[in-house]
């Protein structure tokens, strides 16, 4: 027998569950939501948050530097890791806190506690009481994953541990060609550290625009951070001077932090799926139909735990189309075309829609349009980057069907383009609106000329 029952029980307090858990409560359900870490989810404790709070002290560094073209003579500058660490842990907390009193306004009950699933209705926590609920809501995110086992894995962290570091590493080596992977690498660079990435495939960032990848990377080693492509880590040992790191190719590279960021797994493990009768799909997320709906009708999942697409925003728009489906009588999907998303890499990355080579696979004609520039502020403090910006069109259509920026501020760009590719604005329509000058984003309404253009019949 249950100890009691609810409308709504929801396991993992992050983006998606707080969600979730307050808009079902809007609409008069009783929800109860289990979290056994910190309220806030990957994202606030040891995620996007947190994180861009250390992009953002790793960028001091040069504006520092930059400053000198402009007049400024700034001292020689030092940076404390452990004040930085310190602040940053009093704001998630204060994020956390914000997080448990909006639960509370909401009369969401927060239990702290491990779930588990003992049937289709039924949840079991850590302390032994059962609670019956009407809807299970799965968001329990995902871990992040170190790839096959080495010698002297348990010496390699991972983006978890970094947050937490006692103090700053001088030379930092860096598996991976992510998100993760590559923001680190920036943060860490940016820092002080001497910084070696490696990565297995031909280039960084799998899945984005090829002109994207290796002008980004191109960036990154002016920054002086050494790129290995076509290599993995092949073992790890901890000597006197650090770690002696061996490579695939039997090069052996020392560092004082090894830390992989090769992907993060989907956590289906351990709290009874199995028991529900939940099935997973071929991604090794949870199966759930286009209202997140999973195999058992009264269970749902959200999130980083389906392996969809695997962003905060997502897990919260798809959180609030759960509530609304099922408890507001509003059935809603969650579209998850024309996502736009950022890279806080150094510099920033900012993307929406397709890239050149699926925009060929997909459309029956495409045009491309592009421009690399040194940035206005560049001209004065002599730094050595460039500005890239490239629009994908549906030439069928004039449809912009995807637009690629890397400068600073893409993220900011990128967020207001995507309302424009979402509205299906077409390149007339870039053209059409009136510049913005001296700006980098005018770029995205004064290019003319095309770049390349292709045709699936010209191709036959």
């Known amino acids: 027998m249950a100890d009691h029952e609810v409308d709504l029980f929801v396991i993992g307090a992050g983006s998606g ?7 079902a ?3 008069g359900a009783s929800v109860t939501i289990a979290e056994e870490y910190r309220v806030g989810g990957t994202c606030v404790i040891r995620g996007c948050v947190p994180k861009k709070l250390l992009v953002y002290a790793a960028r001091f560094s040069g504006d520092f530097e930059d400053a000198a ?8 500058a030092t940076f404390h890791w452990p004040t930085l660490i310190a602040n940053k842990d009093r704001e998630i907390a204060r994020l956390e806190a914000a997080y448990t009193a909006t639960l509370e306004r909401f009369k969401v009950k927060l239990i702290k506690s491990r779930a588990m699933l003992e049937d289709a209705h039924t949840v079991r926590l850590s302390s032994g009481e059962r609670v019956r609920a009407k809807t299970i809501l ?10 096959a086992q080495i010698a002297g894995l348990d010496h390699v962290i991972s983006s978890n541990e970094a947050f937490h570091l006692a103090q700053l590493p001088k030379r930092v080596l860096i598996q991976g060609g992510g998100y993760i992977a590559v923001e680190f690498a920036g943060i860490f660079a940016g820092l002080g550290s001497r910084v070696t990435l490696v990565y297995r495939g031909e280039n960084i960032l799998r899945g984005f625009d090829d002109d994207v990848r290796e002008h980004l990377r191109g960036e990154m080693q002016r920054r002086g951070i050494k790129i290995i492509t076509k290599q993995t880590v092949a073992a790890v040992e901890k000597v006197d001077r650090g770690y002696d790191v061996a490579l695939s190719d039997n090069r052996q590279i020392m560092a004082d932090l090894v830390m992989f960021a090769t992907g993060r797994h989907p956590n289906v493990t351990g709290f009874g799926l199995e028991a529900a009768g939940v099935k997973l799909a071929a991604n090794g997320g949870i199966a759930v139909d286009s209202y997140s709906r999973t195999s058992v009708p009264n269970i749902y999942a959200v999130g980083d735990v389906t392996n969809r697409i695997n962003l905060t925003p997502v897990a919260v728009r798809e959180g609030h189309a759960f509530a609304d489906t099922v408890f507001g009588g509003k059935p809603t999907e969650v579209d998850h075309s024309n996502v736009p998303t950022a890279v806080f890499s150094e510099p920033e990355l900012g ?3 397709l890239t050149e080579a699926q925009a060929r696979e997909r459309l029956t004609k495409v045009d491309i349009y592009k ?31 995807g637009c690629h920026i890397i400068g600073p501020d893409a993220g900011e760009l990128i967020q207001l383009v995507g309302v424009a590719v979402k509205m299906g604005a077409t390149k007339a329509d870039f053209d059409a609106t009136m510049a913005v000058h001296p700006t980098a984003a005018e770029e995205l309404v004064t290019m003319r000329e095309k770049a390349a253009s292709y045709s699936q019949a010209a191709a036959e």
């Open 138 to 147: 799965i968001a329990t995110g995902a871990r992040p994953y170190h790839g």
């Open 351 to 353: 993307v929406v829609g």
């Open 17 to 23: 569950g707080v969600r979730a858990a307050r808009i």
């Open 371 to 401: 421009t690399s520039f040194r940035p206005m502020k560049a001209t004065l403090s002599g730094r050595d980057t460039r500005v890239f910006m490239k629009l994908v069109v549906d030439g069928s259509t004039d449809r912009v069907a």
């Open 69 to 76: 073209g402009y007049g400024w003579n700034v001292p020689a």
């Open 25 to 27: 409560s809007s609409y």
